[in-house]
Structure formats: structure tokens, C-alpha cells
């Protein structure tokens, strides 16, 4: 997974790995255990769906896409391409697998909303996940969907805080605080969570938890590390929007490795 | 001779740390993107009067509303698509109703934002702030008119809207007498067979293509404009009544931008033909800058094909 988000970035010559690699652990667990999606069917009407309403982890998602064999591995490499269908940010008509289209940071959550509020509706059974940036908090359009969910009471909904405490200009605290982000949720009516956001058991007891609240949407907030599983990338806000150089290339794929990463 | 290139967008954190200096009633805002803006260039040397506002482009529109009320004079940043796109109505309605003295330096405009792809590649901002009453539009064309542009904006009392580029172009602007105008064409070029109206980083393109034709015998003049609201009407009229076919070349897109307000002028005082080069309604997509601008013909080679074609 993160040796694609690597690898990927690395070939488009830009890219957003640091928020792709504190993704990565939240983003494999959805579609390897959580999400009832079939690769084979990426548009069954009944499936869950999920929306990156931080759209610029693209990487991240197409990797897991292509580990779950939506798109094949090698398209990895064009990400970003001038001939290539895998867009610097997800683009659901083009890229099978992505749910929603979204880059533009904020609305991604309302058209989550939107597909909850439908599944409601129409009394269908599956669920949507949305994960936003804990700098994408700053938007006003995320309190605004909050709000809405919270007052529906959509548990069928579940928002995951990428909390890496980075965005692009600095730490989240210092340029506008979202902190306490728990406690904020919890006004908005949502059942709140906190974890690990790189500990698998923790995201699967949050996720099972998730599932079996009712009458109350879900958020999770998951501490992270921005660039997680690269020493040079971790908590380095100036990893947000920059593609690794060879040699750079080289050395995040050998401490992958050690760690015993996989690809695709 | 290696021709020097800049973007827009550094001429803009440039000029803003020198406007500082002759005028310190100004302001600087911006929306986590001062990196990428190049407001960043300013906060290392005023931090203290360089205010980021998180990643809330409709919240800093009215705050700098209110700011420009209280004796500052704001200049306000953020990529196009979110400064015209996501705060339009802030925009119109907080800035433009009231006619407050905002300044907007809007960045990464049009398809050279390149790789990020069609959620951040704003083809629309020119048509958008075109419709709001009183909001004047500057797009340079080069480092030297957007430094100019800066200090204009500046000096004229009421709303303007900057659009700057990501991509590093040509300086084309380098002669002893050049002056800004607001409000005022240039004429670059003259010619006899047609004339191109172009506007920012389109206007070297223009040029160079207009060279090319010329050695070919097409003699195609050149016009830039870099105000396109309030629009230079008279150089417009005059271009049309002296070589009847008019193009025009933009990166926006052909509806509502430069070439609409072209036609416009041109459809009630002297109705021509026009060719309008740009986006033609469509998205845009990822890839480098330049090879999108050579996709949708919007580099002197395609300039140069389409004008040859309209005019055959
Ligand atoms: C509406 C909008 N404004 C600005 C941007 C530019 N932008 C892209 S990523 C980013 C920072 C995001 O920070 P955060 O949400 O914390 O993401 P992460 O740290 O997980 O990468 C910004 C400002 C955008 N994509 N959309
Ligand atoms: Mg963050």
C-alpha cells in the first residue's frame, strides 16, 4: 500500500503523499475488512461506499484500488500523466471504485451526507465513509453537513478524522485551530470515537462500534502521523505536496521494505 | 539567450512586500495555500501583517469585507477556483454589493495549474467576476505587468480581482516606456490581415505566433489586454473597423470571459467575425502545464493553426 502511494508519486513527479501515507492504514482496512464492496461490481447500487473528501490522498486510494483489483497495479505509475485516467484528484467518472469526485476540500462530507440521507430513504442497508483532513475541518461546509447529519441521525454514516495535526501552511493548531475536534462532533449529535490511526485493532474495534450505534452518524477521530511509514516524511509539513526525488525514492522504498510492506 | 521566466503568482508575493513598503495600510490574507500563492514571500518579511485564515475561503471573503471597512486595505488570497468559485457569493455580496476595497490575488488560474487537474484548473473566475457590478479585472501578461498590476489595484478605491498563473512564462513587457493602465489595451503588434486579442499568459503565446505567421505573409496584429473589466472599448472597435476579423485567445473558458466580453463590445458597435481560442466548455484534466497548454491549442503552435484556418 504505501510502497504504491511511493512509487505513484514518485513517477507522477507531484503528488500529496504525506496525507496519502497517514491515510493508508485507515484506507486498506476499509476495503480490505470493513466495506461490503466487490471489485468485480464497482457500481452495485446495494454496495458501501466511501468518499475521500480529502481528495488530494489520491494516491492512497488508488492504491488500495488497485491491491483490491479495481484498476491494475501498473496504471499506478500514471498517475497524474497527461494520457492517463488516474486524475491528481479522485475522479469518479473515469476511475472505477472512486464514489464521488472531490479535491476541493469541504465538500466531499455533503455528498456523503447526501448518500446516507438516500440510503434512509429508500431503506437500503449500506453504509458510507468519509475521511477528511483534520485541516479540511476549517471549512465551513463540514459543520454544515455535520449538522445535518447529526440533527437526521444518520448511523449509517461514518467520518474519519485523518488527525495528523498538519496542513499546508503549518500545524492545524497554530493557523486556525479545529481542537477539541471530539468534543465538537459530540455537539453535532455524533457518537465519537477516538483512536490509533495506525493500530489495526483499534480501528477495528472503532469500526464495529461504529456499526452498532444507533440513531447517531459515527466519527473517528484517528490520531496519525502526516507521512507515516517514511522517517524523512513523517511530520514534515513540507512532505504535504512534494514528490520524492530518486534518491528519496529509493530510501522510502527500502524502509517500506523493512517494515514489510507490500505491493501490489 | 535564455529568456527569463516567472510566474505571475511570484511576481505577486514580490510586489506585495514592495507595496508594503510606500503603503502600510495594506493587509495580507490568505488560506493555507501561501506557499503556493507566494503570499508566503510576504509573511517572511511582514509576518505580523500576514493573516492565514485556515482552509475557509468563504469566511476570509467576509472577513476581509469587514476588514476593508475598518481603514485596511486587504489583499486576499487563494487559487482561483476557490477565490471566484467556492466564495462567489461572498464575493459578490459581502465585497462587490458594498463596494468595499478589496484586493483579490487569485492564483493558480486556468489549465497550467497542470498535474492537480480539473478541480483546481479554474476556467470560469473571468466570467464570474465579470457579472459582478463594479468589480474591476486585471490578468497580466507577464512578470512585469503583474507587478504593475499590484500597485494599480492598489490605487484604484474599490474591488479588484488579480488572476495569476502557477506556470513560469516568458517576460514579454520589457520595454523602457512601458507604462500600466488600468483599463487601457496595448497594442503589441500591428497588423492588417487580423487582429488577436489576447490576455495573460495567452499574449506571449499570441505574440510568437503572430511572428510565425508573419513569415509566412499573414500579417496579424497583436493586442493585450490586460483590464478586462472595465474593458477598452476603443482599441477593440478600432481593431475590428481596421482588419474586420478579430480572434480572440484566452485561458478560460470561450463562454463569458475575455472573448465574451469581446463580442459584446463588437456585437453593438461593430459587428465582425470572431474566433474565440480557449477552453471550449469543457473540463480540464491532470498533466504538465505545457503539454496542456499545447492540448488545448493554446501555445503559439496552436494559436498559429487556428488563426491560419479561420483566416484561409
Ligand atoms: C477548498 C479548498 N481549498 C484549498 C485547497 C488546497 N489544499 C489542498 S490540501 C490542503 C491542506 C489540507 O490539509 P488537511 O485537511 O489537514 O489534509 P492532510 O493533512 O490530511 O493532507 C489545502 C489547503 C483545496 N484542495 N480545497
Ligand atoms: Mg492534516
Known amino acids: ?264 | 539567450m535564455t529568456t527569463v521566466k516567472t510566474a505571475t503568482r511570484e511576481s505577486y508575493g514580490n510586489a506585495l512586500v514592495e507595496l508594503y513598503k510606500k503603503h502600510d495600510d495594506i493587509i495580507v490574507m490568505d488560506a493555507d495555500l501561501a506557499a503556493a500563492t507566494k503570499t508566503g514571500i510576504f509573511k517572511k518579511a511582514y509576518p505580523e501583517r500576514h493573516i492565514d485564515c485556515g482552509i475557509a475561503e468563504a469566511n476570509m471573503m467576509g472577513m476581509a469585507a469587514g476588514i476593508s471597512t475598518t481603514g485596511l486595505v486587504p489583499f486576499v488570497s487563494t487559487f482561483a477556483m476557490f477565490a471566484a468559485g467556492r466564495a462567489f457569493e461572498q464575493v459578490r455580496n459581502s465585497i462587490g454589493y458594498p463596494h468595499l476595497n478589496v484586493k483579490i490575488g487569485a492564483t493558480h488560474a486556468g489549465i497550467s495549474v497542470g498535474e492537480d487537474g480539473a478541480t483546481h484548473q479554474c476556467n470560469e473566475d473571468i466570467a464570474l467576476m465579470r457579472t459582478i457590478p463594479g468589480m474591476v479585472i486585471i490578468n497580466p501578461s507577464d512578470d512585469i505587468e503583474a507587478r504593475a498590476a499590484v500597485t494599480a489595484a492598489y490605487d484604484h478605491d474599490g474591488p479588484v480581482y488579480m488572476r495569476f498563473g502557477r506556470l513560469a512564462i516568458p517576460v514579454i513587457n520589457d520595454r523602457a516606456d512601458y507604462k500600466f493602465e488600468l483599463g487601457k489595451g496595448v497594442t503589441l503588434r500591428e497588423g492588417t490581415d487580423a487582429t488577436i486579442i489576447a490576455t495573460g499568459l495567452c499574449t506571449g503565446a499570441s505574440l510568437e505566433a503572430a511572428e510565425k505567421m508573419a513569415q509566412r505573409g499573414l500579417d496579424v496584429g497583436v493586442i493585450n489586454i490586460h483590464t478586462i473589466k472595465p474593458i477598452d472599448k476603443e482599441i477593440i472597435v478600432k481593431a475590428a473597423e481596421k482588419t474586420k476579423k478579430i480572434i480572440t485567445v484566452e485561458e478560460h473558458s470561450v463562454i463569458g470571459g475575455l472573448g465574451g466580453a469581446v463580442c459584446e463590445v463588437l456585437s453593438e458597435n461593430c459587428p465582425s467575425t470572431v474566433l474565440r481560442i480557449g477552453v471550449n466548455d469543457c473540463f480540464g484534466h491532470s498533466g504538465p502545464a505545457t503539454a496542456l497548454l499545447h492540448e488545448f491549442g493554446l501555445d503559439a503552435e496552436g494559436i498559429d493553426n487556428k488563426v491560419s484556418s479561420f483566416l484561409k
Open chain 1, 1 to 264: 500500500m504505501r510502497k504504491n502511494i511511493i512509487t505513484a508519486t514518485f513517477n507522477a513527479k507531484s503528488g500529496h503523499p504525506g496525507g496519502s501515507l497517514s491515510a493508508a492504514d485507515i484506507l486498506s482496512y476499509l476495503y480490505f475488512e470493513e466495506m461490503n464492496v466487490d471489485s468485480k461490481a464497482p457500481h452495485d447500487e446495494n454496495r458501501d461506499r466511501f468518499v475521500l473528501s480529502k481528495g488530494h490522498a489520491a494516491p492512497a486510494l488508488y492504491s488500495v484500488l488497485a491491491l483490491k483489483g479495481y484498476i491494475p497495479a501498473k496504471d499506478l505509475k500514471t498517475l497524474r500523466h497527461i494520457d492517463s485516467y488516474l486524475q491528481g484528484h479522485p475522479d469518479m467518472k473515469h476511475t472505477p471504485g472512486v464514489d464521488m469526485s472531490t479535491g476541493s476540500l469541504g465538500q466531499g462530507i455533503s455528498a456523503a451526507v447526501g448518500m446516507a440521507l438516500s440510503a434512509k430513504v429508500q431503506n437500503k442497508s449500506f453504509r458510507i465513509y468519509a475521511m477528511l483532513g483534520d485541516g479540511e475541518l476549517q471549512e465551513g461546509q463540514v459543520w454544515e453537513a455535520s449538522m445535518f447529519a447529526g440533527s437526521h441521525g444518520l448511523d449509517n454514516l461514518t467520518v474519519v478524522v485523518d488527525n495528523n495535526n498538519l496542513q499546508i501552511d503549518g500545524t492545524v493548531r497554530e493557523i486556525c485551530s479545529p481542537y477539541p475536534i471530539g468534543e465538537k462532533f459530540r455537539a453535532f449529535n455524533f457518537h465519537v470515537i477516538n483512536i490509533d490511526a495506525h493500530d489495526f485493532d483499534q480501528i477495528r474495534a472503532a469500526f464495529k462500534e461504529a456499526k452498532s450505534s444507533k440513531g447517531k452518524p459515527t466519527a473517528i477521530i484517528a490520531k496519525s502521523i502526516k507521512g507515516k511509514g517514511v522517517s524523512f516524511m513523517e511530520n514534515a509539513v513540507g512532505w504535504h505536496g512534494k514528490a520524492p526525488n530518486e534518491e528519496q525514492y529509493k530510501q522510502a522504498m527500502q524502509e517500506l521494505e523493512k517494515n514489510g510492506e507490500v505491493s501490489a
